[in-house]
Nanobody
């Protein structure tokens, strides 16, 4: 009964900031990589940022310098701080986690329900 619960989406003006949160709930043995993906209308779902169980991060070129991914392992939570938002950032943002539930012997890929981020004046 592991779930990824997202929060923080909404409507912001260009240049504004938003912080997304995603918490893995349920019986989780271990969480490997966590990340954020987004899908804009008419486009494929693409990577925004990922973070390993350690400190290493990876960002899409389009968000480098503006977005920051971080995690709190004690809370099984990943964050995405989004600054200097642009209209092109408008998309549904999905949380992703490669984790091992207590009921499984292998790692499984989990997705959040998605949260809408709209950047518009």
């Amino acid at each position: 009964q592991v779930q990824l619960v997202e929060s923080g989406g909404g409507l912001v003006q260009p240049g504004g900031s938003l912080r997304l949160s995603c918490a893995a709930t349920g019986s989780v043995v271990n969480i490997n990589t966590m990340g954020w993906y987004r899908q804009a209308p008419g486009k494929e779902r693409g990577l925004v940022a990922t973070i390993t169980s350690g400190i290493w991060t990876n960002y899409a070129d389009s968000v480098k310098g503006r977005f920051t991914i971080s995690r709190d392992n004690a809370k099984n939570t990943v964050y995405l701080q989004m600054n200097s938002l642009k209209p092109e950032d408008t998309a549904v943002y999905y949380c992703n986690a490669l984790l091992r539930p207590s009921t499984s012997l292998r790692y499984d890929n989990y997705w959040g329900q998605g949260t809408q981020v709209t950047v518009s004046s």
